[in-house]
T-cell receptor
Framework: LAKTTQPISMDSYEGQEVNITCSHN???????ITWYQQFPSQGPRFIIQ???TKVTNEVASLFIPADRKSSTLSLPRVSLSDTAVYYC????????????FGQGTELSVKP | DAGVIQSPRHEVTEMGQEVTLRCKPI?????LFWYRQTMMRGLELLIY????????DSGMPEDRFSAKMPNASFSTLKIQPSEPRDSAVYFC????????????FGPGTRLTVL
């Protein structure tokens, strides 16, 4: 399974755009890139998933360059409620659902 | 759907006691996962099932840990005997399809072993 590397922590202010980059140099052809969000005392929650280029949903955007060795989660206009830990995961569609969570990025949004 | 249900939400026990954690996955989901989360080790996958059959238990820390899934709507994670280092939050998650499908996590069980 491909290993991911992301910043341990980030700080931001309300209303700003936050970009969290994840490195996955050993990503394989069958791997998808998935981001989860975890609030304190809760289980992780799916945010967004992509294979290449750009994916956007109502919560975030995911940018994946052509070589797929990194990805960037973009949160537009964050609020205090976006304070959470964000996990980048790389998973093989043929590996039966097994996902490995890394250390995550602890995002702190300040007023 | 009520989502993934876990019980109990909190468990405090003494070293050496048996602990049983319970999980009810989302109806119709074929995959069930057990995770453990600690400050030191983060979120670790312990074991997962497909159609009630254990597929990968390589994350189970030792023989004191066991997991079962007797039917599609129920799974247990048992620790016997428990030790203080087992203190953690244990999450159960389920998903409909294999591979990259979204995993839905339960609220977790916070276990404290004294």
């Amino acid at each position: 399974l491909a290993k991911t590397t992301q910043p341990i922590s980030m700080d931001s202010y309300e209303g700003q755009e936050v970009n969290i980059t994840c490195s996955h140099n050993n990503i394989a052809t069958n791997d998808y890139i998935t981001w989860y969000q975890q609030f304190p005392s809760q289980g992780p929650r799916f945010i967004i998933q992509g294979y290449k280029t750009k994916v956007t949903n109502e919560v975030a955007s995911l940018f994946i360059p052509a070589d797929r060795k990194s990805s960037t989660l973009s949160l537009p206009r964050v609020s205090l409620s976006d304070t959470a830990v964000y996990y980048c995961l790389v998973g093989d569609a043929n590996q039966g659902g097994k996902l490995i969570f890394g250390q995550g990025t602890e995002l702190s949004v300040k007023p | 759907d009520a989502g993934v249900i876990q019980s109990p939400r909190h468990e405090v026990t003494e070293m050496g006691q048996e602990v049983t954690l319970r999980c009810k996955p989302i109806s119709g989901h074929d995959y069930l996962f057990w995770y453990r989360q600690t400050m030191m080790r983060g979120l670790e996958l312990l074991i997962y099932f497909n159609n009630n059959v254990p597929i990968d238990d390589s994350g189970m820390p030792e023989d004191r840990f066991s997991a079962k899934m007797p039917n599609a709507s129920f799974s247990t994670l048992k620790i016997q005997p428990s030790e203080p280092r087992d203190s953690a939050v244990y999450f159960c998650a389920s998903t409909l399809l294999q591979g990259t499908d979204t995993q839905y996590f339960g609220p977790g069980t916070r276990l404290t072993v004294l």
